[in-house]
Antibody, heavy 120, light 106 residues
């Protein structure tokens, strides 16, 4: 069974940093691209970042480019999101989601999310 | 690619049929997925490639369209279908979602 478990969320002050993790199991992690997707309270879904299976290709939403860094450790089956210069508008539930593969970027598997709150 | 989803809110009764529209700001071929969001549950992929049902999606769900105009139709609504629905284009980066449609019981 595919499982994605996010962690690392919490309350952080504006301008500070936070690192999220997503541990994957139930599939060969190193074979799949991975994504971070977020949802602000009461709002819709916003795709944040993508990393290919071997980390060769990385893409970001304009809203986080230059502040967030996606990375992965295939030996640990873990996806990361390093978030710096956090703003109040980054407050959201952050999900990791697995790419379908074969250059098809839909998400059949999602985690339950980890909540990031940016506030002083 | 901007995804315009409508309506944002829909009220219907069990047994009825409903349709949700998703329009892309430019052609995305058939690179569109639909998701269902319910409280306390992981988001569920319903349809990909515009009209292909994901394994486990009930046949009362259907997707249609290509290019810029897409529709999710749910026939004979059941109580478990009352949820929020999102479309998502994966034709190009940045990947983008529609703003969501909340389907409530009338």
């Amino acid at each position: 069974e595919v499982q994605l478990v996010e962690s690392g969320g919490g309350l952080v002050q504006p301008g500070r940093s936070l690192k999220l993790s997503c541990v994957a199991s139930g599939f060969t992690f190193s074979n799949y691209g991975m994504n971070w997707i977020r949802q602000a309270p009461g709002k819709g879904l916003e795709w944040v970042a993508y990393i290919s299976s071997g980390s060769s290709y990385i893409y970001y939403a304009e809203t986080v480019k230059g502040r967030f860094t996606i990375s992965r450790d295939n030996a640990k089956n873990t996806l990361y999101l390093q978030m710096t210069s956090l703003r109040s508008e980054d407050t959201a539930l952050y999900y990791c989601a697995r790419d379908h593969g074969y250059n098809r970027h839909w998400f059949a598997y999602w985690g339950q999310g980890t909540l990031v709150t940016v506030s002083s | 690619v901007q995804m315009t989803q409508s309506p944002s809110y829909l009220a219907a009764s069990p047994g009825e049929s409903v349709s949700i529209s998703c329009k892309a700001s430019k052609s995305i071929s058939n690179n569109l997925a639909w998701y269902q969001e319910k409280p306390g549950k992981a988001n569920k992929l319903l349809i990909h490639s515009g009209s292909t049902l994901q394994s486990g999606t009930p046949s009362r769900f259907s997707g249609s369209g290509s290019g810029t105009d897409f529709t999710l139709t749910i026939r004979s609504l059941e109580s478990e279908d009352f949820a929020v629905y999102y479309c998502q284009q994966y034709n190009e980066y940045p990947l983008t979602f529609g703003s969501g449609t909340k389907l409530e019981i009338k």
